[in-house]
Antibody, heavy 122, light 110 residues
Framework: QVQLQESGPGLVKASQTLSLTCTVS??????????WNWIRQHPGKGLEWIGY???????QYNPSLKSRVTISEDTSQNQFSLKLNSVTAADTAVYYC??????????????WGQGTLVAVSS | QSVLTQPPSASKTPGQRVTISCSGS????????VNWYQQFPGTAPKLLIY???RRPSGVPDRFSGSKSGSSASLAISGLQSEDEADYYC???????????FGGGTKLTVL
């Protein structure tokens, strides 16, 4: 059973960089056949896809966040990470990591982490 | 403002059937599969329907999805109190080159 777990600071100062890590267990992020995503949800609001990383480190980002986002992977630790630069209060949200499977058709966001709330303080 | 449009709320009584709509455009729903997620307060979303109408293992057949043109629907039959949750649709958008979601529909089972 695949499990994902987000970790990182719950409070970030405005203008600084938000950094989160997603640790994957029950499967290798380097095995291919999966996209590893970051998704966020503003308090009381809907879901917003941030981007993904997949085999060999290729990435795709939400155009609205692309200039501030970097998603990377550490295959030795079976983790992938999110960095969001120059944060403002508008970046306060619950951040989720999630897997998409592409082995037998495309199954988007089939496994999710529990989510972690990151608040941006002024 | 979400790219995909859902009604903000829906309410039905137990045992009834409810349909939740998701409206998009030719660059998302009109050309790509639609997926649905169920979310309870304080928890992560759960995949409910993928590829327009396929259910992951473990999802009851009371849940079904359909698509026509640039719109999609999630239907829940035989409503139960435990179905009370938020429901989101999602699709890849070829113009934005990324995933887009609906704003979510809060389902109340009276």
């Amino acid at each position: 059973q695949v499990q994902l777990q987000e970790s990182g600071p719950g409070l970030v100062k405005a203008s600084q960089t938000l950094s989160l890590t997603c640790t994957v267990s029950g499967g290798s992020i380097n095995s291919g056949g999966y996209y590893w995503n970051w998704i966020r949800q503003h308090p009381g609001k809907g879901l917003e896809w941030i981007g993904y990383i997949y085999h060999s480190g290729r990435t795709q980002y939400n155009p609205s966040l692309k200039s501030r986002v970097t998603i990377s992977e550490d295959t030795s630790q079976n983790q992938f990470s999110l960095k969001l630069n120059s944060v403002t209060a508008a970046d306060t949200a619950v951040y989720y990591c999630a897997r998409s499977a592409i082995l037998t058709g495309y199954i988007p966001f089939d496994y999710w982490g529990q989510g972690t709330l990151v608040a941006v303080s002024s | 403002q979400s790219v995909l449009t859902q009604p903000p709320s829906a309410s039905k009584t137990p045992g009834q059937r409810v349909t939740i709509s998701c409206s998009g455009s030719s660059s998302n729903i009109g050309s790509n599969s639609v997926n649905w997620y169920q979310q309870f307060p304080g928890t992560a979303p759960k995949l409910l329907i993928y590829s327009d109408n396929r259910r992951p293992s473990g999802v009851p057949d009371r849940f079904s999805g359909s698509k026509s043109g640039s719109s999609a629907s999630l239907a829940i039959s035989g409503l139960q109190s435990e179905d009370e949750a938020d429901y989101y649709c999602a699709a890849w958008d070829d113009s934005l080159n990324g995933w887009v979601f609906g704003g979510g529909t809060k389902l109340t089972v009276l």
